[in-house]
């Protein structure tokens, strides 16, 4: 039996979620998957008892499929799939090393036959990889939250760095910004804003994180 599962952590300890629909292969979860990617955080593999024993990754890069090379490691905090590219000055973990972290066999999914196309060609955006390494050293600058909200008006994919700044944010930096996390969530542009407050409805997801730490829940 196969299960979409969430991962979220809980005083630096990771912490499974899991959704209650099952699947009878792992090909029919992902699929459904890849309709709701930002929800979830891979398929899980479950015995006849419901232990989960196995962890399968998305082979795609990021959460919303913008960048289509292939992942080869996971961000260390928000557990998103990275490849090379994107990963560049990040803290990241192997897939075995999250296998040790979370005491479980994961595994990358075969690649999927047809590069997943979005509505700005498949292109990657640089600008989210500097807004994500950048979130925690910036975000306080009134110029800085400025220039990123003019991103992400003119390129809506750099919203993925958004996702990982906020998500990367330790419980104590999220206590000591939230005032400016605060301000920038209103300054947002307002398609943003809004996708931002609707996913707060699922708080486990990357987007409900940090729509919850912008103060949009």
Not at 108 to 126: E, M, Y
Not at 140 to 163: K, V
Not at 203 to 208: D, E, H, K
Request: aromatic fraction near 4%; glycine fraction near 12%; include cysteine.
């Amino acid at each position: 039996m196969f299960r979409l599962i969430q991962l979220h952590t809980e005083a630096g300890v990771p912490q499974i979620g899991v959704d209650p629909d099952g699947y009878v292969s792992a090909r029919a979860a992902l699929a459904r998957y890849r309709t709701a990617p930002a929800t979830y955080f891979a398929v899980g593999r479950f015995d006849h008892e419901g232990t989960l024993t196995e962890v399968i990754l998305d082979p795609s890069c990021g959460l919303d499929g913008a960048c289509q090379r292939p992942a080869s490691v996971i961000h260390a905090k928000t557990y998103q799939r990275l490849c090379e590219g994107c990963a560049a000055g990040m803290d990241v973990l192997t897939v075995p090393q999250l296998a040790r972290r979370l005491g479980i066999a994961c595994r990358l999914a075969p690649p999927i036959s047809r590069l997943r196309q979005n509505t700005l060609g498949g292109l990657r955006s640089p600008a989210g990889n500097r807004i994500a390494r950048e979130f925690a050293d910036h975000v306080h600058d009134p110029a800085w939250r400025a220039e990123l909200c003019g991103e992400l008006g003119q390129t809506p994919i750099a919203l993925n760095g958004l996702l990982i700044g906020a998500g990367a944010l330790s419980h104590r930096q999220v206590l000591d910004l939230y005032p400016v996390l605060c301000a920038l969530g209103d300054e947002l542009p307002a398609g943003v804003r809004d996708d931002l407050a609707r996913a707060t409805a699922r708080p486990l997801s990357p987007a409900g994180v940090a729509g919850l730490r912008l103060g949009l829940g």
